[in-house]
């Protein structure tokens, strides 16, 4: 009985999300990037291979087949050097 009563606010309420989604999606279409040029700055060597390492190695969490002994080691060895 409870839940019958529920299902109506249940609606509105994903209507309302749906509608405030939609008002955000079409909000940052009609905006501009973000400028982030005064944020940068250039890098060393070693601290570019070290993030695109720690890069690689998050990325190895959405494919997790391929995550391997011989493959981790070789990147903490890079990461060490």
């Known amino acids: 009985m409870i839940s019958m009563l ?6 509105y309420a994903m209507q309302v999300l749906q509608e405030a989604s939609e008002m955000e999606r079409v909000k940052q279409q009609n905006s501009s990037p ?3 040029n005064p944020y940068l ?9 070290h ?6 190695l998050s ?7 391929r995550v391997n ?7 903490s060895d890079s990461l060490l050097q």
Request: net charge positive; proline share 8%; charged share 15%.
């Open 59 to 65: 990325s190895l969490t959405y494919r997790p087949s």
């Open 51 to 56: 993030i695109r390492s720690l890069s690689h």
């Open 34 to 36: 973000v400028n982030i």
């Open 6 to 11: 529920c299902l109506p606010l249940v609606a």
């Open 69 to 75: 002994v011989s493959g981790l080691r070789s990147h």
């Open 41 to 49: 700055s250039p890098v060393g060597v070693w601290e570019a291979k």
